[in-house]
């Protein structure tokens, strides 16, 4: 089990760029698969972005693929969200998730949130038009 802090949301206009940090606490970081995970309000909750415990490879939603980079730091136990080109439909909060093993299996990939055991509080992001 692993204990996660998200951080760096905020305001920003259309066009813009926000890196989203997600600080994990537990010696068996570098263990797990790390995603993220976004919700706007009034809709479920959805897959973004998924790095592998290595950092060697990753996943994205088509939503944000070209736009986002899913990255982590094994020595600071930490993952991280670089977000350019925001548009006003990424306005949601955003969640960082931790999964046991590989966020994949085989050609299936693991973009449920059930299928992710571990979560922080969220951070919100606010893309103004």
């Known amino acids: 089990q692993v204990q996660l802090v998200e951080s760096g949301g905020g305001l920003v206009q259309a066009g813009g760029s926000l890196r989203l940090s997600c600080a994990a606490s537990?010696?068996?970081?570098?263990?797990?698969?790390m995603g993220w995970f976004r919700q706007a309000p009034g809709k479920e909750r959805e897959f973004v972005a998924a790095i592998a415990w290595s950092g060697g490879s990753t996943y994205y939603a088509d939503s944000v693929k070209g736009r986002f980079t899913i990255s982590r730091d094994n020595a600071k136990n930490t993952v991280y969200l670089q977000m350019n080109s925001l548009k006003p439909k990424d306005t949601a909060v955003y969640y960082c998730a931790a999964r046991l093993g590989a966020y994949y299996s085989g050609n299936y990939y693991y973009t449920l949130p059930y299928e992710w055991s571990d979560w922080g509080q969220g951070t919100q992001v606010t893309v103004s038009s």
């Open positions: 537990g010696r068996t970081f570098s263990t797990y698969a």
